[in-house]
């Protein structure tokens, strides 16, 4: 089974300042990935994907992703922040080509200071 | 136009109840899915539904039973209810695939005092 590893729990920044979000996972096979964000009492929307060729991935709100397959890592970042960007973030992953259920990290609880 | 809808948006009910709760999707897709997110934000597949079968179904109890009347919804019944249940219970819904792409729904927060 597939599992998801997320570092940070808690990051705190300040507006302009840059964000990596750390996302490490661990499955046999060939997997599809995902960042999900959620608002403070919101849905999940989505940030960006991967599914293959380019491993840098761009999505919405200034946000891209990096897929490093040595690494089993899939970073989310966004060169300057906004106090909008204030949300829980997902990684996720699910392996590739079956209606499988997303696995999901813990998610990183990000704060934005004006 | 919302493509993946939930009701009720939240749900406050006693211990011993048995509750529902409704997911509908028009985007046309073949696989719904019921997530649990738990007080501390994680999240995790409860359910999914293919074609109108089952075809996951992670280490839930059998409170919980997952009914699809048809491809375009999926919903949640949870028998004798407990504190433990509690939490934001999200709908996803995709086409199965190679770049198979999940859709959540708004959520639904049960509250079971």
């Known amino acids: 089974a597939q599992s998801v590893s997320q570092h940070n729990h808690h990051v705190i920044l300040s507006e302009a300042a840059s964000l990596e979000l750390g996302c490490n996972y661990s499955y046999g096979g060939t997997v599809n990935l995902f960042w999900y964000v959620q608002y403070p009492g919101q849905h999940l929307q989505l940030l960006l994907k991967y599914f293959s060729g380019d491993p840098l991935v761009k999505g919405i709100k200034g946000f891209e992703a990096e897929f490093i397959k040595s690494k089993f890592s899939f970073n989310l970042r966004k060169p300057s922040v906004q106090w909008s960007d204030t949300a829980e973030y997902f990684c996720?992953?699910?392996?590739?080509?079956?209606?499988?259920?997303?696995?999901f990290g813990k998610g990183t609880h990000l704060i934005i200071q004006p | 136009d919302t493509a993946v809808s939930q009701t009720p948006k939240y749900l406050v009910t006693q211990m011993g109840n048995d509750k529902s709760i409704k997911c509908e999707q028009n985007?046309?897709?073949?696989?719904m899915y019921w997530y649990k997110q738990d007080s501390k934000k994680f999240l995790k597949i409860m359910f999914s539904?293919?074609?109108?079968?089952?075809?996951i179904n992670e280490t839930v109890p059998n409170r919980f039973s997952p009914k699809s009347p048809d491809k375009a919804h999926l919903n949640l019944h949870i028998n004798s209810l407990e504190l433990g249940d509690s939490a934001v219970y999200f709908c996803?819904?995709?086409?199965?695939?190679?770049?198979?792409?999940?859709?959540f729904g708004p959520g639904t927060r049960l509250l079971v005092l």
């Open positions: 985007l046309g897709h073949d696989t």
């Open positions: 539904y293919n074609n109108k079968e089952l075809i």
């Open positions: 996803a819904s995709s086409h199965p695939g190679p770049q198979e792409t999940q859709y």
């Open positions: 996720a992953v699910n392996p590739r080509g079956g209606a499988d259920g997303l696995t």
